[in-house]
């Protein structure tokens, strides 16, 4: 019993830093610009999609892969942010309509992908099928690669945020983009950045988790809502709130899975959140302040 | 009947008729784009009038649908009774997220009803015994003999009865968002401060808006059944949430028939692109795309405004204020904020019909004074009273029912609508209403919103901005944005009127109005208290002076025997304005 | 004004395409149109659909139906009722479509039917694997997968004899298919089963559920999962957490994508199914090879599915000497036993479809072989 407990503690450790990877783009862009991106699910499946052709169409290797889809996913971010972000965000009630134009062009990212490379299943080899046995702890690679490079991520963010002119002007922005302007912060160009780093990560959690989960034109759509609870409940554009609230998530939902179906566990952990939610109405890891 | 009214009831007697000439196919096409408008209608209320994002009434939607389709199959009741019936789990569900929306805002508001739907549709999915699980319930299609004698078929008649109920929501909605409940919702959405302050309390009006949105949203679930036949676990999935949302956002947020067109769009494009099925909703997307860069203000503004009607007229005047003999008593409050007491034991009382001053340095704690005295915080110790009656522990609202009304430093006005709207929403007090008399338009009720309006007018016309009652808000001139919050604050007709700052910011000219606006209404009978840093002004009107210093009431007198008190001298010592007082005498 | 104009001028533009993809549709006068549906975005759905096309085009290639072309009039279901029934009432009140052939999800199927029967028309479902889609009092509905309890009846029994398991564990997808595949294995195996869970349709990440199978001891595990990314993803999560009993899947649902998929841990996974490429008769052959130079890939069951959907429809319809009379191509289809790829099917009077073969589907070396048992 205890060897399960503990093995369902890595295995929720790996899925929700799956969870968390996703999120982190999103919460990047929600935290600056206060924006819910709804394409934001399509640019991670693009992300996986670019990984999986590369290894699988011209054989390149999948290690190889993972950079080349995170700029794929930046592109198709930037894109986005063109036709369905910037032009639309100035005007009056802009984030309400922003919600229509992102719904609109995760709709077209997803046809252009079902029409062009249908709707799947195509696997990735990842970085190869050995395993890692710790005593009754087994967990397989490509998990081990998620865990690590999503950690180290969110300390690169982190530190990106706090120590570089760029993470200062990221955070001015998001207290205040009109304060920011008047300081002399090209609101603009952040804005564009932003969504360059947010599509960055979500092609880079795309080619990361595609190993694991197998692409499917579908994914993005299946991700994003889980990823959206994670934003706003772990403070949104809190990179480490994401982290953590996307790992709590995923053990609460292995540990919980040893003792009761998947589906009453998420009812469960469903309405846990709902009392949380209102104990606690600023998000749970909001610092009282506020 | 009026002219509103008639043109609804013209559009769905035309489009009753017109429904008996569509064939099956169209028939049902349009049902579905008549219960996505009714599901609209539903999001609009609360995304729409209350500001709260919403994603998740498909909880409502669905709960709906499945207490119709439910109560039909299983307990044998005649369906279109079961539809009536459906819309009340839905609306009870609607008044329990209308109390989490109090602690709830903003995107946890999303995120907390997105999470009750998916909680529903879990449930749905694993309730085998009740709901047949993912294979759903399947609903005989509830046909009605009476209509099928006049050679009509089901999707006919289904279209018909659909639409006289959305007819009948709009006309209500209509009515509503007209009456004081809809200027209470759009004020809670604009500026919670100002519509407490005014007298308009935040939980009832929630509750009774989300309880009434989710019980549209149920009308319209059970509405669906007889069009799918078969309830599953997907009528609770963010397909519905999302489409009623952004339904509501393409046809336009806050109009009365931007949804019915975000329904309709909604429902048919999808559909009507059938023929190039491959690429339909591609397409679909393409049509949002270009509707938003195009039009943002939604498609409902394609159509003509219509100008807001107003009152001109003043000849039915406002019954006169009863005027409450008793003086307004603060004995010994105090309030702290953590360790720091901001107020710290401070008595006085202010006699009816004079302007009482509360002057001190910055920070001394005069705003959390008012504050405390309007309900806005509860002192931590000490009581005030209006004679018999204690204001201590009241809620802003009630506070304002007892006829305290406050104004605030910064300007708090619903800078979308228009001055006169601002002024309206000020008259909640007037007189109280019920949903039902301004659903029904009752006789009395159309008396009461004239002398509503008469009354906007003449509070307009005091502070003197009678002339721009059709302008935003939001674009008058700083000067006249203060001089309006006066008027929102009187249009409630207080006995005291607590003014925080009201000549911060103004011209030397709109000062010296504003002086003679405060004097007239003293003479009127306003008794009010007022903070003001232009000790110049203040020595000028006030009848009485507090002084507040530290927190602490440093003095209390007439103007003269203030400006002479050794204490007073003393703490202003070394400050910037102590001489400008010395100037003054 | 600018922006009215472009406004204008797009809204007739759409209007404009609408109405010439539709009238386009109507010119066309001496085909035979038969509606198709099935989600087609998904990737069983799109199967169906190219199976479809196969038949269509060799239909065609005999001389077509009583002299007309046949032309697939193909709509998306998207998994939704609200859209699956807009599909269907579509294809039969304005594509003048009289036989409606597809479709994978039962409950969109049971809501079909009421429109069908409304109009008159002959519902010829795939792959709707629930019991209650042949119940409705309708004569004109007909089904040619087997229903989960016929599955269960043959392969449980296979189960019990040959692999004679001690503790078993059963994972289903949470829907109609997997619960009632649930419940039947729960009626056959009683207190041998030792572990079920059920996991969402969604779900991608399967390492919670395969530890917890793994704590269950079961020597034999048997996945209900439609899509091959879900059964292999979690073949490949219990090989990760080193758990390799005995494997199989529900019949029905082990094609050539699973081991893909899967990977190496897919070896040795079985199951059973009504079809298999490999069957050597003229028919198959031609089905096979014509889908394999379509398609560039070996069709599977769904894809037979979908073939015999449009397949038997035309062949009843040549029989009946009509294309419009569905009273009487129900009764001809109810008559007469008809040849498919996979052997001879008959209808019983429910229009339940039996099947004459079963084949034993193993994985080997990465390739799904089929033989007859």
Avoid at chain 2, 404 to 421: A, G, K, S, W, Y
Avoid at chain 3, 354 to 365: F, G, I, L, N, R
């Amino acid at each position: 019993m205890f060897d399960l407990v503990l093995q369902q503690l890595a295995n929720g450790i790996s899925t929700g830093m799956i969870y968390a990877l996703i999120a982190l783009g999103l919460t990047v862009v929600f935290g600056v610009m206060h924006v819910i991106n709804f394409a934001h699910g399509e640019l991670y499946m693009v992300g996986a999609l670019c990984s999986v052709m590369l290894t699988s169409r011209l054989g390149i290797p999948y290690i190889l892969t993972v950079p080349i889809a995170a700029i794929a996913g930046a592109l198709i971010a930037i894109v986005t942010d063109r036709i369905a972000i910037s032009p639309v965000l100035p005007r009056k009630d802009g984030h309400a309509l922003v919600l229509i134009t992102t719904f609109a062009a995760s709709m077209l990212i997803n046809e252009t992908v079902v029409a062009s490379a249908g709707p799947g299943p195509i696997p990735s080899p990842g970085i190869g099928g050995w395993v890692l046995s710790l005593g009754p702890v087994a967990l397989s690679a490509q998990r081990l690669l998620v865990i690590g490079v999503g950690l180290l991520l969110v300390i690169f963010l982190q530190l990106m945020l706090m120590r570089t002119k760029f993470g200062r002007s990221l955070r001015a922005v998001a207290q205040s983009a009109w304060a920011a302007e008047v300081v002399g912060v090209d609101v603009r160009k952040i804005a564009f950045l932003t969504l360059a780093l947010s599509g960055l990560l979500a092609g880079l959690a795309g080619a990361l988790v595609v190993p694991i989960v197998t692409f499917s034109a579908a994914m993005g759509s299946h991700a994003i809502i889980n990823a959206f609870v994670i934003v706003v409940i772990g403070s949104m554009g809190s990179f480490v709130g994401a982290v953590v609230c996307g790992v709590a998530l995923g053990v609460a939902e292995s540990i919980a899975s040893i003792a009761m179906s998947s589906d009453a566990s998420s009812a469960i952990i469903y309405s846990l959140l709902l009392v949380a939610l209102l104990l606690r109405p600023q998000g749970l890891f909001a610092r009282s302040a506020r | 009947m009026n002219r509103a009214t008639l043109i609804t009831v013209v559009a769905a007697a035309a489009a009753v008729l017109a429904s008996m000439t569509l064939p099956s196919y169209y028939a049902s096409l349009a049902v579905y784009a008549v219960v996505l408008s009714m599901l609209g209608v539903s999001v609009n209320i609360s995304s729409g009038y209350l500001g709260l994002m919403s994603f998740g009434h498909a909880a409502f939607f669905g709960l709906g649908a499945y207490a119709a389709g439910l109560l039909a199959v299983r307990w044998g009741v005649n369906f279109w009774l079961a539809v009536a019936l459906a819309s009340l789990p839905a609306a009870a569900l609607g008044a329990v997220v209308g109390v989490a929306s109090l602690r709830v805002s903003g995107h946890y508001f999303a995120i907390a009803t997105l999470v009750v739907s998916e909680i529903l549709r879990l449930l749905s999915l694993n309730w085998i015994s009740l709901t047949r699980g993912p294979l759903g319930v399947v609903v005989p299609r509830p046909r009605i003999a009476y209509f099928e004698s006049f050679g009509l078929i089901f999707a006919q008649y289904h279209l018909m009865i659909c639409i006289v109920v959305l007819a009948l929501l709009i006309e209500i909605m209509r009515r509503l968002v007209a009456s004081p409940y809809g200027r209470a919702w759009m004020a809670l959405r604009d500026k919670q401060e100002l519509a407490e302050s005014v007298g308009i309390a935040p939980l009832s009006h929630k509750v009774g808006a989300i309880a009434l949105s989710g019980g549209i949203a149920g009308l319209a679930g059970a509405l669906l059944v007889p069009r799918i036949l078969v309830l599953s676990p997907d009528l609770f999935g963010t397909n519905f949430s999302a489409t009623g949302l952004l339904a509501v956002i393409v046809g336009g947020k806050g109009t009365l028939l931007g949804p019915v067109f975000g329904g309709v769009l909604f429902a048919a494009a999808p559909e009507l692109l059938r023929s190039i099925d491959a690429y339909r909703i591609a397409v679909f997307a393409l049509i949002l795309l270009l509707v938003v860069r195009i039009r943002p203000g939604g498609l409902a503004s394609l159509l003509p405004r219509g100008s807001a009607g107003e009152a001109r007229n003043a000849a039915i005047p406002p019954s006169k204020p009863v005027v409450q003999a008793a003086s307004l008593a603060i004995s010994s409050i105090s309030k702290s904020f953590g360790g720091l007491k901001a107020i710290d034991d401070v008595s006085f009382s202010v006699l009816r019909g004079r302007i009482l001053g509360l002057i001190g340095p910055n920070g001394a704690g005069k705003t959390t004074c008012l504050s405390l005295v309007s309900g806005f915080l509860t002192p931590s110790q000490g009581s005030i009273d209006i004679g018999p009656r204690k204001l201590t522990g009241l809620s802003a609202p009630r506070v304002a029912e007892e006829g305290v009304v406050r104004t605030f430093q910064h300007t708090t006005l619903c800078p979308m609508l228009t001055v006169f709207e601002n002024v309206l929403i000020g008259t909640h007090l007037l007189s109280p209403e019920t949903a039902w008399s301004a659903v029904l338009q009752t006789k009395a009720y159309l008396e009461r919103e004239k002398v509503r309006a008469s009354w906007a007018q003449a509070c307009l016309e005091k502070v003197g901005l009678a002339g721009r009652h059709q302008s935003e808000a939001g674009a008058l001139p700083y000067g006249e944005q203060r001089l309006l919050s006066i008027a929102v604050a009187l249009a409630a007709r207080p006995d005291f009127l607590l003014l925080d700052e009201p000549a911060a910011g103004l011209s030397g000219t709109e000062a010296v109005s504003l002086v003679r606006l405060l004097r007239q209404l003293r003479d009127d009978g306003v008794t009010i208290i007022l903070i003001d840093h232009n000790l110049r002004m203040m020595m000028e009107i006030c009848d009485e002076l507090v002084v507040i210093h530290h927190g602490k009431m440093l003095a209390q007198g007439d103007p003269v025997s203030v400006r002479n008190d050794p204490a007073v001298i003393e703490a202003y010592l070394g400050q910037r304005r102590a001489g400008e007082a010395h100037a003054a005498a | 004004m600018n922006k009215r104009l472009l406004c204008a001028a797009a809204a007739g533009a759409l209007i404009a395409l609408a109405w010439g993809a539709q009238s386009s549709d109507a010119s066309a006068k001496d085909t035979l149109p038969i509606g198709v549906i099935f989600p087609t975005k998904s990737i069983i759905g799109q199967q169906g659909v190219q199976g479809a096309n196969i038949a269509a085009d060799l239909l065609n290639a005999d001389g077509g139906v009583n002299g007309k072309e046949v032309r697939l009039i193909v709509y998306d279901t998207n998994y939704s009722p609200v859209e699956g029934v807009a599909a269907v009432e579509r294809l039969i009140t304005q594509d003048g479509v009289h036989v409606v052939a597809g479709e994978i999800s039962s409950t969109i199927a049971l809501a079909a039917i009421p429109v069908v029967k409304a109009e008159d028309a002959l519902l010829m479902l795939a792959v709707p694997k629930h019991p209650d889609v042949t119940k409705s009092d309708y004569d004109r509905v007909f089904r040619l997968n087997t229903t989960s309890t016929m599955d269960a009846a043959s392969f449980n029994d296979y189960l019990k004899n040959k692999i004679a398991p001690a503790k078993i564990a059963y994972l289903a997808e949470n829907n109609d298919f997997g619960r009632l595949t649930l419940d039947d294995a729960k009626k056959s195996f009683g207190s041998k089963i030792v572990f079920t869970d059920i996991f969402e349709v969604k779900q991608s990440d399967f390492s919670a559920l395969a530890s917890n199978v793994r704590g269950s001891g079961a020597d034999l595990v048997c996945i209900m999962a439609s899509n091959p990314e879900q059964s292999g993803n979690l073949i490949k999560s219990m090989a990760d957490v080193g758990y390799m009993p005995k494997r199989c899947l529900t019949p029905g649902v082990l094609n050539n994508d699973f081991p893909k998929v899967a990977g190496a841990a897919a070896e040795g996974v079985f199951s059973e199914d009504i079809y298999a490429p490999s069957i050597d008769t003229d028919l198959n052959k031609r089905f096979v090879t014509s889908y394999e130079a379509k398609y560039k890939s070996v069709p599977g069951k769904i894809e037979l599915l979908g073939f015999e959907s449009v397949w038997i429809t035309g062949l009843a319809m040549r029989k009946a000497g009509t294309v419009t009379d569905t009273k009487k191509i129900a009764e001809v289809l109810r008559a007469n036993p008809w040849p498919t790829p996979r052997g001879t099917v008959a209808f019983d009077k429910s229009g339940q479809a039996s099947s004459d073969h079963v084949y034993h589907v193993e994985v080997k070396d990465g390739k799904v072989v089929a033989t007859q048992r």
